[in-house]
């Protein structure tokens, strides 16, 4: 049967061409792979090649011949015997491509003023729990130690986290629990750990990744991007990627520029990546617990001077808190604090001081920077009218920006005062003790926000 | 490029020899049938064809067995036919529609299929390298005993997470045979160019891992080479390198205009080192089949092809809704 040669498209974004040169003729027999013609895109000379076998019965379009749109019948190819003029006039094959119309896929609600949101207020352990004082980084443990105990495919691997009882002693004891065969210490090669991690993840393992800091965890941003976070979308849902990526995040103390950046902006933006970044030692082991359950890659941010601090757990049996949801740690009426991670320290301290001069603070802790409790923050903008964010990262680009940029659309109406989007200098962390303190936040600067919204 | 002639007299049967010609004829008449329609705009993107390379996937599956993994990059559409996938999801997932193994939302560079054990389709060159000593990791964690194949190109094995994971899969002797598909060509840099050493895999042996050169244009020379390779990670010796030296006639994807090398050069590797060819010599001279067989073999694949095209076309596009499925579990 004769079949139409049609102008080819050559690249993602060819609508037509020239057809510079036949490289063969009305009559010759041409079998698949053979060079048919070269053709002129915009970017370069291509050579176009037979597909199937037959004979030239006919060209249609000559060399030479400039603006050929791409699906143009150029050539008839027949059988043996066949004879090509037989054919009708070729008439241009439909390009088949149906136009994707841009349909009004709906808009995320926005602009009105909303209706008060669902938030979620229910406590995260009951009231009646024993309580008992104990620091971030027993907490941490705790919460690994339990899930490994709980799930064979559980491991946890990084540098120096076996022998070494970790570099921050977040893994202290798990080693002789578990063995080396779930408490791996890992050669210092960021990028190739992390995509064994990752890769075991899909080969059903459930990995902890410790970074020893995120700052390294930069070396590995594409397996935890492109691998880990993008797979189950790109796989039609067909392939997960249940996997924590954990450790310090943020300025220490005195570690200078390279190791001292907070990274909650940067993997706040990722679609299929989970990101949290607790503050107390009880979110810390509930959050953990329900990261390492969690079927998706989570960021799990932690800070090393919180590591040391002491705050109350609750000692239930296996406590877990949910992603997602925000804590109010203090209820207040004048103003709304959103924090997460450290800066949570600054924003408690601040309100403390500012209820000494008669301002009620609301302060709430994200711990989950995504998906973000966006209800929990509108919900007390539409009681208080005034609302600072604080972090330590940077200013542009900033998780404060975002949230300034929700509440502006969904509570512009509530708002008595433009949003005051504290954050870390725009500057690499300077080394020098007086410099350092200066880039970072702090509590005056909270204080005088919470002021200049409060018009004090 | 190794000549055909070193191929040792073959131990195989006429069934064999059948199933390999009927395998690589279908990838080869695949991407010839994609390549067309990409022309025809029904393809967009990307579009990275396998043609040339074909006994390469082909003798390594025939060296696998089930439950064993397998993981590549982009130039992907062999991997996932020699596996078993269904051609009409592969087309279809080319096209963008809803019938495709991704729903339309991976194209060409991503598939995946849990049920042949195929891990993708990896657009980030070389990152699947780490990925796939992950895969066999998890396989020694649950002593299963799979071997999985982790395929790169000469361009990827100058990637240093190539190098990060060999050492990581040399001291935790994981089972991962490193499938080093040396084309000669990174995108339009010839392996000259770009790399230091002649024979990628003697790289492996600063790391202690063994490793051999395997003629890929000879699909019995490769099934050999992958038993002995995947013999050795059953063995739980650890990883094992095999470099593949293959060719491919197309382009690094459907835009290239290959002007990097000369048109002599392919068409001496097309007529004289032909994978396909040469095993439809072995059937004829060896009178296993003949040209009649070989012709309904043919056709038959045709038939495949056509198939999968029109399903590719017939499948709707994605329902709108789709944009937002599948971001978490």
Redesign the interface.
């Known amino acids: 049967m004769a079949t139409e040669i049609?102008?080819?498209?050559?690249?993602?974004t060819?609508e037509e061409g020239t057809l510079a040169k036949w490289l063969v003729k009305e009559g010759d027999t041409v079998s698949?792979?053979d060079?048919m013609a070269e053709i002129e895109?915009d970017?370069?000379?291509?050579?176009f090649?037979a597909?199937d076998e037959g004979i030239v019965g006919k060209i249609l379009i000559a060399e030479g011949t400039e603006g050929v749109k791409?699906?143009t019948p150029i050539a008839v190819l027949v059988e043996e015997g066949e004879d090509a003029s037989a054919l009708p006039a070729a008439a241009p094959?439909a390009?088949?491509?149906?136009e994707?119309a841009p349909?009004a896929?709906e808009a995320p609600a926005s602009a009105t003023a909303p209706a008060a949101p669902v938030v979620d207020l229910s406590p995260d352990w009951p009231a009646d729990a024993e309580m008992k004082s104990e620091t971030v980084r027993e907490a941490l443990r705790d919460a690994m130690a339990e899930e490994m105990r709980g799930d064979e495919d559980v491991?946890l691997m990084g540098e120096e986290v076996a022998e070494y009882q970790g570099a921050y002693k977040i893994s202290q004891g798990l080693l002789d629990e578990f063995g080396a065969?779930r408490v791996i210490d890992?050669?210092i090669?960021e990028?190739?750990?992390?995509?064994?991690?990752?890769?075991?993840?899909?080969?059903?393992?459930k990995p902890i990744v410790e970074f020893m800091t995120f700052n390294f965890a930069m070396q590995a941003i594409?397996?935890i991007i492109?691998?880990a976070a993008k797979?189950?979308?790109?796989?039609?849902?067909?392939?997960?990627c249940?996997i924590v990526f954990r450790g310090p995040n943020g300025a220490a103390a005195r570690v200078a520029a390279q190791h001292s950046q907070d990274y909650a902006a940067w993997y706040m933006q990722v679609?299929?990546l989970?990101v949290v970044m607790p503050y107390s030692a009880a979110d810390a082991k509930g959050l953990l617990k329900s990261a390492i359950r969690d079927?998706?890659p989570v960021v799990f941010l932690e800070n090393e001077i919180l590591y040391g601090r002491s705050f109350d757990v609750p000692q239930v049996d296996d406590l877990t808190i949910p992603l997602g949801k925000a804590r109010i740690w203090r209820e207040g009426s004048d103003v709304t604090i959103v924090s997460f991670g450290i800066g949570m320290q600054y924003a408690l301290e601040a309100a403390d001081k500012l209820a000494e001069d008669g301002i009620s603070a609301e302060v709430i802790d994200l711990r989950t920077i995504r998906p973000m409790d966006t209800g929990a923050i509108i919900n007390s903008v539409m009681k208080t009218n005034r609302l600072v964010t604080v972090e330590e990262g940077w200013p542009q680009g900033s998780v404060g920006s975002y949230i300034s940029s929700v509440v502006m659309q969904q509570a512009f109406d509530y708002l008595d005062a433009p949003v005051i989007t504290l954050t870390g200098k725009d500057v690499p962390m300077p080394y020098a003790a007086n410099l350092e303190k200066l880039a970072l936040i702090t509590t005056d600067e909270v204080i005088a926000a919470v002021k200049q919204v409060t018009y004090r | 490029m190794a000549a055909r002639k070193t191929t040792k007299k073959p131990n195989v049967s006429a069934e064999e020899l059948k199933t390999y010609y009927r395998e690589m004829l279908l990838i080869r008449r695949f991407e010839?049938?994609a390549?067309?329609l990409?022309?025809?705009?029904?393809i967009?993107?990307?579009c990275h064809l396998y043609?040339g390379q074909e006994a390469v996937v082909v003798g390594l599956e025939a060296a696998a067995k089930e439950g064993d993994?397998r993981?590549t990059s982009y130039r992907d559409h062999g991997h996932m036919l020699a596996c078993g996938m269904d051609p009409g999801g592969v087309m279809a997932e080319l096209t963008g529609r809803e019938g495709?193994?991704?729903?339309?939302?991976?194209g060409s560079m991503?598939?995946?299929?849990?049920e042949k054990h195929f891990?993708?389709?990896?657009?980030?060159v070389g990152?699947q390298?780490?990925?796939?000593?992950?895969?066999?990791?998890?396989?020694k964690?649950?002593e299963n005993g799979g071997v999985t194949f982790t395929y790169f190109g000469d361009g990827a094995a100058n990637q240093?997470?190539v190098y990060?994971?060999f050492?990581?899969a040399a001291?935790w002797d994981l089972p991962v045979v490193f499938v080093i598909e040396n084309n000669q060509y990174a995108m339009g840099t010839s392996q000259t160019r770009s790399t230091s050493t002649k024979d990628i895999y003697h790289r492996g042996e600063a790391f202690g891992i063994p490793g051999e050169i395997v003629n890929g244009m000879d699909v019995l020379a490769v099934k050999a080479a992958g038993e002995k390779a995947v013999a050795h990670c059953r063995a739980g010796k650890g990883p094992y390198i095999l470099e593949v030296k293959t060719y491919r006639?197309?382009?690094h994807s459907?835009?290239d205009?290959?002007?990097y090398r000369t048109?002599e050069e392919v068409q001496k590797v097309?007529e004289q080192s032909d994978p396909i060819e040469h095993v439809r010599e072995l059937l004829l001279t060896g009178k296993h089949a003949t040209e009649d067989d070989l012709k309904a073999i043919d056709k038959e694949i045709k038939e495949v092809v056509n198939q999968a095209a029109e399903f590719s076309?017939e499948s709707p596009?994605p329902s709108?809704d789709e944009?937002w499925?599948?971001?978490?579990?």
């Open positions: 049609l102008m080819p498209a050559l690249s993602p060819m698949s792979g060079i895109t970017k370069a000379t291509m050579e090649e597909v791409v699906n094959a390009a088949a491509v149906t994707a349909a896929v491991y065969k890992t050669p090669t990028h190739g750990f992390a995509g064994i991690a990752v890769g075991s993840a899909f080969g059903g393992l594409d397996q492109n691998s797979t189950l979308y790109m796989s039609g849902g067909q392939m997960g249940p679609p299929g989970k079927p998706n | 010839e049938k390549g067309q990409y022309g025809m705009g029904l967009g993107g990307f043609i993994k993981i495709g193994l991704s729903k339309g939302k991976g991503h598939m995946f299929s849990k891990y993708g389709g990896h657009g980030i990152a390298v780490p990925l796939g000593a992950g895969l066999a990791f998890a396989d964690y649950k240093g997470q990060e994971t050492n990581m001291i006639y197309r382009g459907m835009s205009p290959a002007k048109r097309r076309k596009e709108l944009l499925t599948d971001i978490y579990a």
